[in-house]
């Protein structure tokens, strides 16, 4: 027989899960109402500058700074 001694194998290490901060129901609430107000007020933006640029149909409101127009042909 052989001297060696047999090491046992160790399992291995618990795999790293992505996200693992969504399994924790307080964390997934928190963000999920933080994504919709950050939502919220950048529609609320396109909101006032769609109000804007329908009252004062100004150029300047209707390019994004590139010389594109930010929503569409503008008639």
Not at 20 to 39: D, E, K, Y
Request: with cysteine; proline share 5%; hydrophobic share 45%.
């Amino acid at each position: 027989m052989s001297d060696t001694k047999s090491t046992p194998v160790s399992a291995p290490p618990s795999a790293r899960r992505s996200f693992a901060a969504m399994r924790h129901s307080g964390f997934r609430a928190q963000f999920i109402t933080f994504v919709l107000a950050m939502m919220a007020d950048n529609i609320e933006h396109v909101i006032s500058y769609w109000r804007l640029y329908q009252k004062f149909r100004s150029p300047a409101l209707a390019e994004d700074g590139c010389g594109e127009t930010a929503f569409g042909t503008v008639f």
